[in-house]
Every structure is written in C-alpha cells, then in structure tokens.
C-alpha cells in the first residue's frame, strides 16, 4: 500500500467499514461499488478480517476499489449463529483497535469513513480524528425510523409486549410507517433480538447525533413516505442510493457459473424452462429453518409438481429427492443473475433486505418466510404495502406440507387474475428501481450529492 502515497492529492479516499456478515458485506460492496462507478478519483478500502478476505479476496472489483484487512479479533463466521449477541459484542468492542492502527497508516489521507450503522465505534473514531462518517444503514428506511423512533413504542406500552397476548395490537404512530402490528416490528421482543436491542439503539443514537451523513440501500420511489418522514427530523443529511444491488455486473460473470457448482451450469437449466415456470427458492446465508419445517417445505415443493431452483449452502444431501427433471439444487448461484431471468416466475425468500431489493429490481413476486429481525416487517413490505407477495410463515406452529403444496401451486398459476394482478405490481415496481438509478434518478442524484458534499466540505 506504500505505493499509494504517490498518489495525486484530488484523489476522495473513502474508508468502508462493514459489520462483518455476508448480507452487510454484500450491502457495503455494493455501495461502494455504486460510489466508485462515479469517478475514477475515488479510491476506497475495504476493511474486513483476515479470514473474510478468504471467503471474498478473489471477487471481482473495480481497480479503485482495494481490500485491507484486521486480524481475526472476532469469532468465525462459521460459528457465529451459534452465539449471536456474544458475535454483536465483539464487534464493538474488539476491532476499533486494529482498525484506528490501519488508519493511521492508509495513504493517501482518508477523506471519509463509510460505516454500517450497526457498528458503532467508527462514528466516535471518526470524530476524534476530524475525519467524516457516513453511517449506511443495509435495510428498509421504515426500519431505521422504527428504531429512531424506539421511545414512542415504549411510550405506547408496545415493548416489552407479550407477543402471544398482544401481537394483533395495532402500530399506528411511528413517522412514515404505515399501521402495522406489533407482531411485525422487528424481532426485539424476545431471544436474541432482545439481547442485542440496546446495542443496536446506541447505534441508531450515535448516527443521529455524531455521523455527518446517513446512507440507505433502499431508493426514494419504494419507501418515498419514511425517507420524507426521515429525511424532515433527521439532523444530518439522508441519502438514499439504492437499490444497493450488483446491477452494474449483471452483464459479467458468465464464466463463473459453471465452476461454482461442480459443473452445472443453472443458466443453461433456466434457459431450457418455460417463461416464469419456475419457482426460486434461497434459505438465506446465516438463518435457516427448523428440520422439521424443512421436511414440510421440501414435501409441500415436490407436491405441488412446481418446476424449482433451489440454492441451499447447506445439507444438499437432504434435497436428493428434490432433483430431476422439474428442478435443481446447486450450493451457489448468481441471485440477481437468475431473478432476472425470463424463466423465473416467483421468489422463495426469508426476506433479506439484499434479496428484497434484487427482486424487486427483477420485477419478481415472493412468497415470504421470515425469520428474524427486520425480515419480519420486510414481509410486511411486500405483503401488505407493495401487495407483491404471499406470506408463507404463520405466527406460531410448523406451515404443513399440504398447505405449502396448494399455496405455491396457486403462486406459480400463470393464468390466474390474480396473480396476474400482482405481478403487475411488481413490473411497475421494477420500473420504478430502474429510473432511480438511471441519469438524473433520485439515487443517482442522491450519490452525485453525496460526493459532492463530501469533496467540497472536507477538502477534495
């Protein structure tokens, strides 16, 4: 990196500083990659461990964007959903050590720091260093005025709630949220949501008083009533620049396909599929199912005689019956290369942020399965608001095999009125993530904005 010193001084050095989980990781990369396609003065590093280099090193990047790594001063990722609050804590509390010395030593000098919100420290760090932060918050803007706005659920005795005898009650008062029930707030009622809740309000805290800028993956056309709501009582400026999804690459990557996946090209699967026959289903990278609700879904799929591409990173050994002629199960797949593909009719997902916005980019219906934290009122999103999906999950209690089988056979009806209705919805609501990100679109703005504030305010 000592080379970088000769560097001319008109150079913007962004510093990005993800939580490391893959759903962050890949909103971070995105953004970053969002902001590097602007010019070829910005030069951002990208912080992450020693060992997530290993997982990611070899991605394809922009020239101006470089790797920098810390140790592994974090448990590994292999092993962190085993215990997720103690994972949380050790990311605030192990590596702004590391991180302040790598710092120090970049060249050229750092212009900005890009942090996700839900790690704390660099906001602090940034501050005692003269050095601006942009906090990126990678999901829905209604789920950061949730949190922003936390001491309005407590002041509505909405927390804490027994969600049993009370998740129905309606939630009718947070600023550019639609009315929701308390039973599709994020999951911070209980568990591991409960353990990690007021480390992530002191995140939410220290964005609104100490960072100078807020960015959001989500863009203005799909959430335009929280942004506004955000955007008039928020005392910094909020930027949103999404969809934060890799649509620059959508033309790359051909050659990669068939070498992650032992051989099999699911391209060419897809391409040999009638038009929207095909039901993709992704159980996320970090959260899965019980095994027994496992067993339900992959029956109720096979019942329902539904053609399927399934990704599972896991047990492909429990999917042996599920291959054929009617589907295919790889460990990997390009996701939004394959929601964008004519024979995708529906979408199969826990509701990550990551994955809602590539769907809805693609123009896709989902069928919802939520499992924890903003997945829940994500679902909600989609369901009730956008109406461009289904929700699977019930409440409470294993969704049967028989009940899976008929709802994903009336999803996957392309000559049903009503599914017709709804991918409609989702064709309008692709059009929509196109213009933001077109010349002159609201996110497009929103990054030209954003580096421009930053060069001229701190010295570019």
């Known amino acids: 990196m000592n080379s970088a010193k000769t560097e001319p001084s008109t150079i913007c050095h962004m510093v990005a500083m993800p939580y490391p989980g893959r759903g962050h990781i890949n909103a971070m990369m995105n953004s970053c990659k969002l902001l590097a396609s602007k010019s070829t ?35 590994s990722e292999k092993g962190r959903g085993k215990d997720f609050a103690g994972f949380v804590k050790a990311v605030n509390t192990m590596m702004e050590e590391p991180f302040e ?114 960015l959001l993956t989500t863009f203005h056309e799909l959430e335009a009533e929280a942004i506004d709501a955000l955007k008039g009582n928020f005392p910094i400026p909020v930027y949103p620049i999404g969809p934060a999804i890799p649509y620059l690459e959508l033309e790359e990557k051909s050659a990669s396909i068939t070498n992650a996946n032992n051989g099999v090209n699911y391209i060419l699967w897809l391409d040999s599929q009638p038009p929207c026959s095909v039901l993709y289903i992704s159980m996320g990278s970090f959260l899965s199912v019980s095994n027994a609700q496992m067993d339900e879904i992959i029956g109720g799929i096979q019942d329902s005689g539904v053609r399927c591409l399934w990704v599972s990173r896991g047990e492909i050994g429990r999917f042996k019956d599920c291959s054929g002629d009617m589907s295919l199960v790889v460990p990997w797949c390009d996701q939004l290369k394959v929601l964008c593909h004519s024979s995708i009719g529906g979408f199969w997902t826990h509701c990550g942020w990551n994955s809602t916005l590539e769907a809805v980019f693609a123009g896709v219906p989902m069928l919802t399965f939520p499992i924890f934290w903003d997945q829940v009122p994500i679902s909600k999103h989609i369901v009730e608001d956008w109406k461009i999906g289904w ?54 703005a929103n990054l030209d904005a954003f580096i421009r504030n930053i060069s001229k305010t701190h010295g570019h």
């Open 41 to 75: 003065d910005i030069l951002i590093t990208f912080v992450i461990t020693e060992e997530w280099l290993g997982f990611i090193g070899s991605d394809s990047k922009p020239a101006n964007i470089r790797f920098a790594t810390v140790p592994n001063c974090i448990p």
């Open 101 to 214: 010395e790598l710092l120090d030593r970049l060249e050229p000098p750092v212009k900005a720091i890009v942090a996700d919100t839900y790690v704390y420290w660099p906001i602090a760090l940034g501050n005692r260093k003269n050095i601006p932060v942009a906090s990126l918050f990678p999901m829905p803007a209604m789920v950061f005025s949730m949190f922003h706005h936390f001491e309005l659920i407590v002041q509505n005795r909405h927390f804490p709630v027994d969600l049993y005898e009370r998740g129905d009650e309606l939630v009718d008062y947070i600023p550019g949220v639609s009315t929701l029930r308390i039973e599709d707030l994020p999951s911070f009622t209980y568990g591991d949501g409960r353990l990690v809740l007021p480390g992530v309000l002191e995140c939410i805290s220290s964005v609104s008083k100490k960072a100078q800028y807020l």
């Open 391 to 444: 929700k699977v999950k019930k409440d409470v209690g294993v969704v049967t095999r028989g009940e899976i089988s008929e709802l994903v056979k009336r999803f996957m009806d392309n000559k049903s009125d009503e599914m017709n209705a709804m991918k409609q919805r989702a064709k309008e609501l692709q059009k929509s993530s196109r213009r933001a990100i077109a010349k002159g679109g609201s996110s497009d």
